[in-house]
């Protein structure tokens, strides 16, 4: 498998090769040493998550505060549009976003390093999500921003009225979360990303 990077600092896509024969197919879903090879350390996997949801729905914005937790997301059945925003201060694409279509058929992934948010919707009438996580569920250091933001504009599938979480639905926008003091810098994640690159902070990442 190969992950390529996205446009947003941080993000991948994880490419992997499927091997289809008369009895299905079999791929890797994760890869360390390629995992390793493209993003430049390897991935803790402390936690993973599972979620089942119904067309309609929209999960996030959400992310962890510092030192944070990064996620690789895959999607083994139905398909979902996954959306990764850049919530880090001082960033040069704070504010934007990179959207990737995963499904049961593409067999994709999505990775997003500490301090970046992400969401999720069903693009099919249910969708099964797993996703690896570096740390273990934080209470207290949870990021939300809320999806519906309209200065971001996010791609979401056309719904009359999503299903969302009462914390999802309530929670603010880019703007009052920068306000408010709740969104990491991206000084403070770079250093991060060097450390466990182990690199001196400003050298290059593969």
């Given amino acids: 498998m190969q992950l390529h990077r996205l446009d947003v600092d941080g993000a991948f896509?994880?490419?992997p090769?499927?091997?289809p024969d008369d009895r299905g197919h079999f791929l890797e879903l994760f890869s360390q040493p390629a995992?390793?090879?493209d993003v430049g350390?390897?991935?803790?996997?402390a936690q993973v998550n599972c979620s089942l949801s119904r067309r309609g729905t929209i999960r996030g914005l959400h992310a962890v505060a510092l030192p944070s937790q990064a996620r690789y997301v895959t999607c083994p059945?139905?398909?979902?549009i996954d959306i990764v925003v850049d919530i880090r201060l001082g960033s040069p694409t704070y504010g934007e976003y990179v959207a990737a279509e995963l499904t049961e058929h593409n067999r994709r992934a999505l990775y997003l390093a500490e301090g970046l948010a992400h969401g999720f919707a069903p693009l099919t009438d249910e969708a099964t999500v797993v996703y690896l996580c570096s740390s273990t569920?934080?209470?207290?250091?949870?990021?939300?921003i809320n999806a519906l933001d309209p200065e971001l504009n996010l791609p979401w599938p056309v719904t009359p009225e999503p299903l969302m979480s009462d914390k999802?639905?309530?929670?603010?926008?880019?703007?009052?979360a920068a306000e408010r003091g709740l969104l990491p810098a991206y000084a403070d994640c770079q250093?991060?990303?060097?450390?466990?690159d182990g690199l001196a902070v400003g050298g290059d990442r593969r």
């Avoid at 059945?77 to 979902?80: D, L, V």
């Avoid at 569920?137 to 939300?144: I, T």
């Fill in 77 to 80: 059945q139905g398909g979902i």
């Fill in 191 to 196: 250093e991060l990303y060097a450390r466990l």
């Fill in 137 to 144: 569920w934080a209470p207290g250091r949870e990021v939300q």
């Fill in 35 to 37: 995992f390793q090879r």
């Fill in 13 to 15: 896509l994880a490419e």
């Fill in 41 to 45: 350390h390897e991935l803790n996997v």
């Fill in 17 to 19: 090769v499927i091997y």
């Fill in 168 to 176: 999802d639905r309530a929670a603010p926008t880019l703007r009052e």
